[in-house]
């Protein structure tokens, strides 16, 4: 990393660091639902934008659509 990156790296605003690959990520997390177990997709900012039978699929899921998936414990 050159000097000029990590400047701007240092001087980057709460704001941006907040929504620093926003676009890019998403996290999946197991939830239940009617007693079943399934997989939910989340944006970042926490809204839920799908719901998939199993973990496998839902990363698969992201993938396809070029978002890089975490999990959430």
Do not use: F
């Amino acid at each position: 990393m050159n000097e000029q990156t990590v400047q701007k790296l240092k001087s980057i605003s709460p704001g941006d660091l907040a929504t620093l690959g926003m676009h890019q990520m998403v996290y999946v997390r197991r939830q239940i639902l009617n007693d079943q177990p399934v997989w939910s997709i989340h944006a970042a900012d926490g809204s839920e934008m799908a719901r998939l039978a199993d973990r496998d699929t839902a990363i698969a899921a992201c993938r396809q659509h070029d978002l890089e998936p975490v999990s959430l414990h």
